[in-house]
Structure formats: C-alpha cells, structure tokens
C-alpha cells in the first residue's frame, strides 16, 4: 500500500481555502497513492478555539466534508481527514475526530479519547472525549489510529485514566496512524520521534505521524512529519516549517519518495524558522501587505527587521527610526547601516521636538517636573504613537520589539515598545536573542546585522548614558533566573540542572527579587501583542496567572 | 444544629490573609454556630488558575490549613473549609475540595466531581474529579456535599456522565452543603435559587448556598448565599455584594438570624453594585490608592467617574479633562459640571498645541496628510499618553471607559481611549450605560451625572460635528444585534425572543457588517485591559476566539 503523507498550512475556519488545498493534493497524488493522510483537524485548522461553538461553523465544514467525499468518488485514493464530529450522547457537544473517507463514503470515524487541557491546550472546553480505540481494517491492512494527545498517555505521564496505545496491544496492527496538530517548541522535534518511536516498537507496527505546518496566530506548527518502522526505528522525516507531501509503501516500510533523514535543529536555527514561518502566515492570514518597524539601532529591533524582511520581502517593510535627545549617534547610524543591508526604506521621524513639547506640557498641566519614569516612558510612547500613526495610514501592521527578558521582568512601556500587533521575538529571552542574530548573519551575510548593533551594550537610550543593566541584572544572569522560573517545571533534566548551576551562586535576594518583577508585570503581558511561542511555555495562553493576587514566594532554583 | 454561612471576599492566593478573615469569624461565632461553612476554595480564595501548580502555593495554602485545624481545637465549632488537595491517583495533580475540621482534626474530606471547562472556568486545566458521592454523618446529621458545578449536571444541561445530586437519593441526607465560588452575572442569582431550589426539594432536604463575595480582577462574586428549606422552598439570602455572616438553626429550617428575603435587583441595581465592588477590589486588591480617568463630557467617562467615586471617593479620583479643536465647549463645561457634582479634581490639559505639532510632523516625516482615521486615533492616542503620564507620575490606575458597544465594534482606539489597567463600564452595551447612568443618579441625586451628558447625542469629538451615528447604526439598533451575536446562545428564552424581535425588522447587511465588525475587532480587544464582567458572556477568557482566521457567516437572528 503507497501511502502520502500530506503536511499542509491551514487558515482556521477557512473551509473553502482548506478544501482547495485538500483537493490539490488528492488530485496531484491519486495516482502514486492508495491512501492520503491528512492531520488533525484539518477542514478546520487546530485550533479553532471557540468558533467551533459559533454558529454555522460545523455546518459549513460539513459541507465541505462532503465536498471531500464526493472528491474521492473520482478517484481510487482513500483519505483520513481530521474534522469536527457531533457528540450524539452526554457531555461536550464536538468530537475531535477523523473519518477515513474512500469512494465518495465515510468509511470510518474515530473520535479523539485523551483531549489535552494544560499549557497551551484547552480541548475539554470544546470536545468530549471519544471512548473507542480506533482499529479499523482498511483494504486488509489493520491501522491503529491516533488523534495527537492519545500518544501521549504512556511513558512517565499519568495524566489519563486509559492508554489508547495500550488498547493496541495483542491486536495485531499493521499500521499506526496519528495525525496531529502538534505545536512546535524547543525540544518538541525530537521529543515526539523519541515518543513515538518507542510506540511502534512496543506495537510491533509500523507508524506513521502526520502534522500541519504554519502559523496560527501565536502558534507555529513545524510540520516535521515522519515515519517509523515496526521495529521502532525512524525512517524518515517530512520537511520542516513548509508543505510537504511524502509518499512510502507500508509492505517493507520503505521510502520510495521524498522523506529525510532527521537532522536535530539547533535552538537559533529552530528559532529562524519558526519566528518567519510564525511572522509571514500571521500577515498573510490576516491579510496585511506591509509591516511597520521601529529601529532604536539595537539588537532587538534589527533582529525583528531582519526577520520580516525573510518573511515577506524588504519591499514590504519600512523601519521608523525616532531619535530624541537620548539617542547615541551611532545608534542612528546603526539603524542606518541596519536598513542598508536589509534594503529597507528606513525614515527618521525625530520626537523630539515633540517630547519637549510634552515635558513643557505636563509642567503647565501638573505643575512639576516629571520624573525619569514618567519622562522615559513619553518617549517610548511618543514612538508607539507615530508607528500607530504611519499604520493608521498605510495599513501596515506593526511589530512591536519586546524580548522575553525585557517582557519577563515589565522593563517595557505599555502603549509605547509594547504598541504592535504582532510580536516575533517576544518568546526569546534577550541571550537567545544574540544567538538568532548570529545565526542570522551566518546563513544571510549579504543581509548581515551591522556587528556594532551585536555588540553594543543594550540600552533603552530613555535616559543620559543609560544600559540595561543599570535596572536589570547582565542578561547572561538574568536569563537562567528566569528561565527556571517561568518554565523550569517543563524543561528536560540536563538543561533544568544547566540553569541551575548557573543560578546556584546568585544571591537569593537577586533571585527572588527578578520573581517578583515577573509577578508584579502581570498586568503589562496581559495587553501585550501575539507573541510567537518557541519555547515550552509562553506568555499568553500558556500561562494564565491572576493579576490581583498575592504570587507564592519560590525557591531560588526552582 | 446552629450553622453559620461565611460569606467572605478572599484575595488570591493571599492566605495569610484569608485565613485572618477565616480566623476571626471563627473567633466571634464559635458561640453562636457549631458548624461554619465557608466557600470554594476559600484558603486561596477562587481561581488562582496557573498560581494551582506554582511551587510553593500548595504548601503555604497547607500551613494555613494546619492552622486552621489548630484554631479548631480551641472551639466546639467545626468548620467546612474549601481547599486545594493533592490527587494521589492518575490525572491532574490536584483536586478542588473541602474539608469537615473539627477540634483539630480534619475529619472528612470530598473531592469536587464535576469541573466546569466552559466560558471563564477552566478547572480542568488544574484538577482531576473526584469519584466518591460526598456523604458524611456530622454529629448525627446526616450532610449531603456539593461543590458548586457537582450542583449542575441535572435539569435540562447534558454536560456530564454523572449527577452527583442523584446519588443523595435514597440517602436520607438531612441537609445539602453547596459550597461555591460562583460568579455573578445578569440573571445568575434567580437561576441559582431556582436551580437549587429544585434540589432540595428532589432531595426532601435542606439546602445551604455558600458563596464568596468580592471582584478578583475581571469576575465579582456577589455572595448572596441561601439557604433553602426540605421542601424546596426558599428560606432566605445573605447580604449581595458585601462579606456576611448568617446563623440558622438546621432542626426547624428557620432562621434565627441574618438572612433575608430574596429581591430580584434589575439589571440597572446589579451592574451598579457589581461594578463599583469589582473596581474597588481591583484597586485594593492591587495595591492602587487612587485612579485617574479622562473625562470628555460623555456618558461612558462621566459613568466611570461616578462609579470611581463611590467606589473609593472622590479624593481619590482625578478627572484629566483633554479637549481639542473638535471639542464643543459644551463638552468642557459638562465634564467640569460633572465633576463639581462629584467633586473630583479635574485638571484641564490642551492637546491641541501637542495635536497640531502631532500634524505637522507627520506631514514633514510621511510627505503626507494624515488621513481621517490617522487624524483621529492621534488625538486619542495623545490623550491616552497623558493619562499615562500622569499615572506614571502618581501611581493613580488610569480606567478606560470604553462600553460593549464600541469594543464589539472595534469603534475604539488601541493605546487610545483603550489605555487603561481596568475597565469598569466595558461590559455594559451602551444602552446600558445609559440604564445605570440613570440609575445612579437616582439613587444619588447629590452626585448627578448632569443631564446634559445623558441627553446628547453620542460623540468621540475626534473631528469636526462627528457623532456615533455616523459610523453606526443608533445604539438602540446596534446593542440588540450585539448581544444575540455575542451572547446569543446563552440567553433565556424570553430574552433571546426580545431581541430577536428587536433585529427581525432590520435590514440582513446591516446585521451581517456588524457581525463582520465584531469579528474584525478581535486584535484590538485582544489587547484591552480586564473588564468588570457583568454578562453571560464577556469579552476575556470567556469568548476565546483566534485572529488570523475566517469567522462563519451567522444567520442574523443568532
């Protein structure tokens, strides 16, 4: 049996584009295979969210369901689709569900039994949990089928009652099949191929892992697809971070097309692919042309720069340069030499003529001086402003520049660096930052971040002669704190013990005094912008904390 | 039996804190109650969401619970306690229970069985269900527990495999303990007495309704515990919206204290109280003193400004008054009016000079005009930015004052009128800012909102003659088609055929370029500040939906 692996990038909710895409691969494959495998959800998109409770959704997809089935009348290839099923019985009224769909039929539907509700998942609010293992012979070939998190269920994780690859055992599969909507973090690539590797061994089955690929808002799936034989050995890998649509024949479980070898990705080059694939798709599926930059002439800003101009073009970018008082001249210059490289239109709107008009202002208004805050914070919101300005008038969408570090501890303006739609390096702490930069200008040295932005000491330039570590410990210290703090609970044991030994020695004020910036900036990440997530858990959905609260004090290396 | 219903207002995660409230209404009532029961997790206070798996939250929540325990021991009163437990089995590490302590010991303990995963509650996300019906013989009575949702599962609502009501039948229970943390909204309180009502008169038992009172961010519980007597029939309410404390006596159902008749509020009395306790919690809870807002001379300002003053008094409160060339003077005169009514500071700060300098730059940066829209979201960004300032330099909490209507819409400015930490009035429709408008005034007619605020027709002033109604439709059209497309589905019959009614005559592009106009405003109230929840569905955690997406097309009448 020839079987196609299809990683496509779906739109949530665009059930006519998602159709089209669906219907090009069948087309294009009918030929080469028996069997097209689809990933989760993937009428829909994953995730949906609460659009799946919004009226008319499921009518719409069922619609182009049948629209599938009816494609299939036309062709000997049987498809396994991911879709959203009704519950006919108690409890949430969806099933994440598949249906394996051949000869204008829909032969057989699985439906989801172990729905993920932590992190950034939330399936329980919208599914009931399916109660069948789902065996099915298809063309005398007995397939196991997984939906995602029912892979999830063994090894060292006793979150679920039942083991859906348990009910596998002694049934004599010959395939297993698990399509995905699995998201893409640190670690998350080899993870899944160590998991489900040890499956197909335990099963004695060949498996094969099916994702989509793209950009969903703040979450970036890799694609990364790819097929283990019986004996629990990987065999291949579908592309990362692009569609693909890898075609083997089960009878030796081997490839006869287009799959890879697996070639671990390093954390700048994950992060490389993943924050352009994350940036282009957020502006192609929310349909911007152009985006909007603020360069300070630092590394933040020149990195956010660079990475637009890889994911829709230097044409289709422009950076806004707004100096004031504060601002070194190399820092224009940089910014300048930044632009250059990059072949962005880089105008400079000077603020500060502007900013003394403020200070002069709130004198009069206030009648007193304001302070290094208040003043710092004009500015930043001054350039918040005339970047809102220049995409109120042209529709460009802005980016807003905020590291994790940065985000992490509240040193940030809200409404004035936080001021953007969208934001591409925010779940990069400052340190990662650097190495994505230097990654950059290795695989890009015809684009290449001028080293004076890479080597400068970060400054806000808010303030005369003003360096981030006047406020904030050196980034090389700040970032293991927080890093242990925010996800330290998620990491593998050799890095959690590396953060730990470099955290070892601080002393435990200085630690417990970053926890509290973090706790106490609460209410800043809480109107931020979508920032795309790389790592195990990022602001936003994947962390939901209270702001009115008292935070529990932590240990300094936990 | 004498049984004391604590009806508290916790702080999350403060348990230092709660437990001294616990503590002192044990200490005054140890001799008038042998039994006290508080609400659902009332150690941590309801919901701590992620602070649940933090280190060291479970523990310091364990050492006030052994001091708990330990108060017991100088008391003949026992106590029912709602706390966090471990789970020593599969599933999520801990359960949502309560306690029975009596003379030191902890001698009983359930585990909550159903957890909501809809709209704000995600208890999933954090607790495995128990599996044990909650039955316990206390001194001879024979106590039938509940922990808010496990009350839920019967009626007309499908959601869960069990009904832990069901299993009291037969059971002779001689009184039902529901102890809750359940928010308020429109309509809740009837629903809840109805509902549990209904129980006590299946179960032939008694019933006691415990909740927690007090805002924790955007969700304010409103308290009005009850009790019901074995025939379904409702004994009495504690207080609404404020901490209580009521005694009665389990033999004869009667109380022989401070419970009261129930009394429907209108819609108009409950956001009055519920916005003013949400906002005051938000403040003290925080760590705020003082809050500035921006006044314009209309309705959803001057409302803010009166909700303010009550809530922590005009001393507290500064009124930023920000005209421009679009300004009536009219507008001035009526914020200074409003404000000498309230008697609030206001402070009159000119953007014009700083809106024309705005202009000018522009024109010399972009080698353009600013268009309309550009010229526009300036001003208010300008006024945003000086709000800032001002809470930069004073520590005041600036309150947006966007309504419902206009944050549906997207007929608001981000960093503009949208700046802002909380936002008292942004889950009122703004035909309900009108409502309690008009119900404010008549209950202080000392502080009136004058009535030229309430009489004039709606405007931004952000361009010359400008009003609501030019860009749309009149509110009284608007606000119906609104809440059936935002809150449609949860309505009760009478309601939904009301505005049914209300939109069946409108034209359907009119209904569906609303629709389109909420969908598309998504990114902006992604980034808006927390919303004192007052509807069935409110902006937030409980209408998650994504932004790079294609949304249904809804029939109108949905």
Redesign the interface.
């Known amino acids: 049996m020839r079987i196609a692996i299809a990683q496509l990038n779906y739109?949530?909710?665009?059930?006519s584009?998602n159709y089209a895409k669906i219907e090009t691969v069948v087309k294009e494959n009918a030929k080469n295979a028996d069997l097209i495998i689809f990933s989760e959800l993937s009428l829909s998109?994953y995730?949906?969210?609460?659009?799946i409770?919004?009226?008319?959704?499921i009518?719409?997809q069922n619609q182009f369901l049948t629209k599938i089935q009816q494609l299939t009348a036309q062709f000997n290839t049987s498809l396994v689709v991911g879709f959203i099923d009704k519950n006919k019985g108690?409890?949430?009224p969806f099933h994440n569900s598949l249906c394996l769909i051949s000869k204008g039929l829909l032969s057989y539907t699985y439906h989801k039994r172990l729905l993920p509700?932590?992190n950034i998942f939330?399936e329980?609010?919208h599914f009931a949990p399916g109660n069948t293992p789902g065996i099915y012979e298809f063309e005398g070939v007995n397939i196991g089928f997984l939906i995602c998190e029912d892979g999830w269920a063994g090894l060292d994780n006793?979150?679920?009652?039942c083991d859906p690859v348990n009910d596998f055992a002694n049934k004599n599969i010959d395939l297993i099949v698990c399509i995905n909507g699995s998201p893409s973090n640190i670690g998350k690539q080899a993870e899944r191929i160590e998991h489900f590797c040890a499956i197909a061994k335990k099963c004695h089955s060949p498996l094969v892992f099916t994702n989509q690929v793209g950009?969903?808002?703040d979450i970036v799936f890799d694609g990364s697809s790819f097929l283990v034989d019986q004996n629990g050995l990987l065999v291949g890998c579908a592309k990362s971070f692009e569609e693909d649509i890898s075609i083997f024949s089960l009878e030796n479980s081997t490839v006869i097309s287009t799959l890879f070898p697996y070639q671990q990705m390093s954390n700048a080059e994950l992060f490389y692919y993943q924050t352009i694939l994350g940036l282009k798709?957020?502006i192609q599926?929310?349909g911007f042309k152009k985006v909007v930059i603020g360069v300070s002439g630092g590394i933040d800003s020149a990195l956010t720069l660079a990475l637009a101009v890889l994911a829709i073009g230097s044409e289709n970018v422009v950076a806004l340069a707004m100096p004031s008082r504060y601002s070194s001249s190399g820092s224009i210059n940089d910014a300048k030499a930044l632009c250059d490289n990059l072949s962005v239109k880089m105008?400079?709107?000077s603020i500060e003529?502007?900013f003394s008009?403020?200070i002069e202002?709130?004198k009069q208004?206030?009648g007193?001086t304001?302070?290094n805050?208040?003043e710092q914070?004009?500015q930043a919101?001054?350039r918040?402003?005339?970047l809102?300005?220049?995409s109120?008038?042209t529709g460009a969408l802005v980016l807003s520049t905020g590291n994790k570090s940065e985000l992490s501890v509240g040193y940030t303006t809200?409404?004035g660096d936080m001021?953007g739609?969208f934001n591409v390096i925010g779940d990069l702490y400052k340190t990662e930052v650097y190495e994505l930069a230097l990654y950059f200008n290795q695989k890009h040295p015809d684009k290449s971040i001028p080293k004076a932005i890479i080597t400068k000491a970060p400054s806000a330039e808010l303030a005369p002669n003003q360096k981030d570590s006047d406020s904030l410990p050196e980034y090389e210290v700040l970032d293991p704190i927080l890093k242990l703090y925010i996800e330290g609970?998620l990491l593998p044991f050799d890095e959690l013990e590396k953060y730990q030994r470099q955290v070892l020695s601080l002393p435990a004020d200085l630690i417990a005094q970053v926890h509290r910036l973090v706790d106490a900036a609460e209410?800043k990440r809480?109107?931020?912008?979508?920032i795309v997530r790389v790592q195990r858990r990022a602001f936003g959905?994947g962390?939901?904390?209270?702001?009115?609260?008292?935070?529990?004090?932590?240990?300094p290396l936990?």
């Open positions: 739109k949530i909710g665009d059930f584009g998109g995730y949906p969210k609460d659009l409770e919004s009226k008319g959704f009518e719409s108690k409890g949430k509700v932590y939330d329980a609010r006793y979150l679920y009652e950009g969903n808002d798709d957020y599926k929310c105008i400079i709107v003529e502007e008009l403020a202002q709130f208004s206030f007193e304001p302070s805050l208040t914070n004009i919101r001054l918040g402003r005339i809102m300005e220049y109120n008038q809200l409404y001021t739609g609970d209410f809480r109107q931020g912008a979508p959905h962390r939901q904390l209270p702001i009115a609260a008292v935070y529990p004090k932590v240990p936990t």
